[in-house]
Structures are given as structure tokens and as C-alpha cells.
């Protein structure tokens, strides 16, 4: 059985040599994020010339001290605009990456990272610590944490079933409605919160931001996430014997059940420690992974690292038009929104017979 996760009819001409196109794309990618990351650092309101901005880049990898200026041009690019890049790349990689899996693991084109309600759950987590935690520092961090894996954990005992494991599609279903029940105590704790100070609190939050990341902030995110996406790299095979379906996947000697909880538990790690430190980011993992498959194919030990780099490169691009189209900060949701929801559009458009095979 074909689908549009292992039907290399949908795939982009193979050449001669795939292994040499393969190189060549991924150093494009990479050469094109790093170009991007770079030139992020000196796009702000506080203009700091490219030249003095390349140079104090250079020290900070370099190891040097460098030595503030009577400008602060040096807290500003290293201390403000340098973790908030870094976290930009991390979060746009988990998204990227973890919509590529999502789309795979439930064989739907249109499902997104937060599918399982992880986005529901980490903002009533969120907003609960918005409420009555603020006091208690890495409240929000730790409590959005927390929320998003207790709506995927009731949403995988929702959809169990004894003795038959978990379906696909009552997983997905089961997410839905775990969704809505948190959705629902996030509108009861916006209801009282205080109108001043925690409803909007909440409500940029939920709209999505880099503008609280430090350095402190990184961590431990820095060393979670990236542990994370590289066990999905190499799990990448075993996931495209998933995407062939269950029956195929049991008939060449796998066990389904425990490898699809324990992409869900790399997904949920990666997602929860993403959305913990930047809010609810929607789109990037819902489209990225559309194009990965049109460029590299369905074969997932590609298209996962393409979707990653992509997924960092869009919602770099999206952090840079959020912090500089206004004299304030937009929430880089509305930002990925205005992006994602005309391309989708278009690929609803376009190729719907392989959106609805």
C-alpha cells in the first residue's frame, strides 16, 4: 500500500547521483541559516552597524571578553539578541521536525506537533502559573512543562484500548477532546485572572514571544531539545515503517505499540520544552514538513533534517519581521499565521489528490 508518505510518485525527480544532491542541499541549508542567524543579530530597533556586529560574533565564538561599548551595542547583540536567535533556531527545529514525525506516525497530511493537545495543556499550565505562581520563579516553565504532558498522557489513555494497544485515529480524537477540556480551564483562569496585569499576560503567552529569552533562559531547553531531535534522527527508519501502516509494520516483525509511545514521548519532550520558553507557535510544524517531502522526498531520514533547518529558517524570519515591523514586539503567532495560512492554501490547492489519498 502506497500513501503520501512512502509514494515516491509524489517525490521530486531523483538525479543521477542523490547522494551528491543530498550534500549539496543540506550545505545550502545550512550556509543559508547560518547567513540568516548572522544577519538576524543586527536587525532591531537599536541599530548596531553589520561590521561592529560581525566583530563582536567573532569574539563571543572566539572565547574573547569583549568589552562593553559606550553604546551597549555589545548587550545588545550578545546578551539580548544572541540567546533569543539560539532559542529562535531551537524552537523553529522542534517544530519543523516534530510536524515532519506527527504527519508520519498518524499518516495525515494535516495534523501538527500539538495534535495531541500539547499546546492546550502547556497553556493552561502556563496560565495557571500566570494566576497564582508568578511569585515563584520558572513557575511558567515548569508548569507548561507539566501541562503538556498531562494532556498527552490523558489523551493516550483515553484512546488505550485492552489488549488492541492505541489506534491512530482514536489518539488523534482523543486529542481533540483533551484540547478542549483544557482550553476550558484556560478560559476559566482567564476569567479570573486580573485584568491588568495576568489576562494579558496570558493572552501574549498563548500569542507566542521570544521577547523574555536570557541566557539563563536557555537552559535546560539547550540540552533537551537537541537530545531530543537527534533521537528522532536516528529512529528515523523505524518511522517509516510506521508511516507504511500498522499491519505492514507488525508483518515485518516490529512492535508498533512501543514504538509509536516512544515517538510520542520525543515529540511531547521536544514540543513541551520548545513552548515552555516561546508559547504556542502555531503553523510551522503544519507546513514545513509539506515542504521537505516536496524537495527531498517521503523518506524520512531526509526529510527530517530538511524540516528542521526550514522549520529553524521560518521562524527566524518570523522572530525578524515580529521585533522589527513595529516600534513594539507582535506576537510571532500572528506573524507565522499570516504566513502559513495562505501557503497552505495553496497546497490544498495544488496537490489535494496526495492531501486526501
Known amino acids: 500500500m502506497t500513501s503520501y508518505y512512502n509514494d515516491t510518485s509524489i517525490s521530486a ?23 540568516l ?9 537599536y541599530h548596531v552597524p553589520a561590521e561592529q ?31 533569543r536567535i539560539i532559542m529562535v533556531l531551537l524552537v523553529g527545529a522542534t517544530l519543523g521536525m516534530t510536524g515532519c514525525v506527527a504527519q508520519g506516525l498518524f499518516r495525515n497530511p494535516l495534523v501538527s506537533p500539538f495534535i ?28 507548561a512543562s507539566l501541562g503538556g504532558f ?41 476569567y479570573i485572572a486580573d485584568a491588568e496585569t495576568q489576562l494579558p499576560a496570558i493572552t501574549f503567552w498563548m500569542l507566542g514571544g521570544f521577547g523574555t529569552i536570557a541566557w539563563e533562559s536557555l537552559f535546560p531547553g539547550i ?22 501502516g500498522d499491519g505492514e509494520a507488525m ?40 515542504i521537505s517531502r516536496a524537495i527531498v522526498g517521503p523518506d524520512h531520514r531526509h526529510s527530517l533534517p530538511v524540516s528542521g533547518l526550514l522549520g529553524a529558517m521560518l521562524l527566524l524570519v518570523a522572530d525578524d519581521l515580529a521585533r522589527t515591523l513595529t516600534s513594539g514586539e507582535i506576537p510571532i503567532g500572528i506573524i507565522t499565521a499570516l504566513i502559513g495560512t495562505p501557503f497552505f492554501v495553496f497546497i490544498m490547492r495544488t496537490r489535494e489528490k496526495e492531501l486526501w489519498h
Open 150 to 190: 498531562a494532556a498527552v498522557f490523558a489523551a493516550y489513555m483515553v484512546a488505550r484500548r485492552s489488549g488492541r494497544g492505541v489506534p491512530r485515529l482514536a489518539l488523534v480524537l482523543s486529542g481533540v477532546i483533551v484540547s478542549s477540556f483544557f482550553s476550558a480551564l484556560v478560559g476559566i483562569l482567564q
Open 53 to 83: 556586529t560581525w566583530k563582536l560574533f567573532v569574539s563571543w565564538l572566539s572565547g574573547e571578553a569583549s568589552v562593553p561599548s559606550p553604546d551597549y551595542s555589545s548587550v545588545v547583540v550578545l546578551k539580548l539578541r544572541l540567546p
Open 13 to 35: 525527480p531523483s538525479p543521477s547521483n542523490p547522494g551528491k544532491r543530498r550534500f549539496w542541499l543540506y550545505l545550502t541549508l545550512v550556509l543559508l541559516l547560518a547567513a
Open 251 to 290: 508483518s515485518l516483525g516490529m512492535n508498533v505499540e512501543r514504538w509509536k509511545l516512544l515517538f510520542v514521548v520525543l515529540v511531547v519532550t521536544a514540543v513541551g520544552s520548545s513552548v515552555s520558553r516561546s508559547g504556542i507557535i502555531g503553523w510551522v510544524g503544519l507546513i514545513v514538513p509539506h
Open 37 to 45: 542567524a548572522v544577519f538576524s543579530l543586527q536587525l532591531g530597533n
Open 116 to 143: 495531541l493537545g500539547i499546546s492546550a495543556g502547556a497553556s493552561f499550565g502556563a496560565a495557571f502559573a500566570i494566576v497564582f505562581l508568578s511569585r515563584i520563579p520558572f513557575s511558567l516553565d515548569v508548569m
Open 223 to 244: 540540552y533537551v531539545i537537541p537530545a531530543s531531535l537527534a533521537l528522532l534522527l536516528v529512529f528515523s527508519w523505524q518511522l517509516n515503517i510506521l508511516s507504511m
